[in-house]
């Protein structure tokens, strides 16, 4: 399958920082690996996201019909499902990006890459110095 990155971040598979924009093949256990380390930093593309895409339109008709039969009450039911969702338990890549913690030798891509997979807001705009200084 392919897909596309959304946001920097480094592939500890291949050590590279994947860019913006980048197309590559994954299996489906190393998409479900890095979406699970870093949600929202990769999406499905090309003819993956095609039938996605009919997947999810059956699901939402799905969910409308069981709202049309008396969920009344339940605006924003889908919403709250999502935020529902287990995380995908990961292996060791989900474990270097998370235990390993930046220092002024890596580039700014990894120690933002590192902060986001940790929770941790920063600014777009922010230098490296003031970056790491929010892990300490």
């Known amino acids: 399958m392919k ?3 959304l ?4 592939d500890f598979s291949v050590n590279r920082t994947r860019h913006v924009g980048e ?6 256990e190393r998409f479900a ?10 999406e499905k593309f090309g003819k993956d996201v ?6 999810d339109a059956e699901n939402q008709g799905n969910a409308e019909a069981d709202d049309a039969e008396g969920a009344e009450n339940q605006e924003g039911s889908q919403e709250d499902a999502q935020d ?5 338990d990961a292996d060791e ?3 270097e990006v998370v235990d390993k913690i930046p220092d002024s030798g890596n580039k700014i891509d990894e120690i933002r890459a590192y902060l986001k ?8 705009g922010m230098k490296k110095a003031d970056l790491l200084a929010l892990i300490k």
Do not use: H, M, W
């Open 50 to 55: 095609s039938e996605k895409a009919a997947d």
């Open 93 to 95: 890549d989900k474990s």
């Open 84 to 88: 529902d969702v287990a995380p995908v």
């Open 23 to 28: 197309v590559f093949e994954v299996t489906e």
């Open 33 to 42: 690996v890095i979406d699970a380390a870093l949600p929202d930093f990769v």
């Open 7 to 10: 946001i920097d971040f480094v």
């Open 117 to 124: 997979a940790q929770g941790i807001e920063y600014d777009a």
């Open 3 to 5: 897909i596309r990155v």
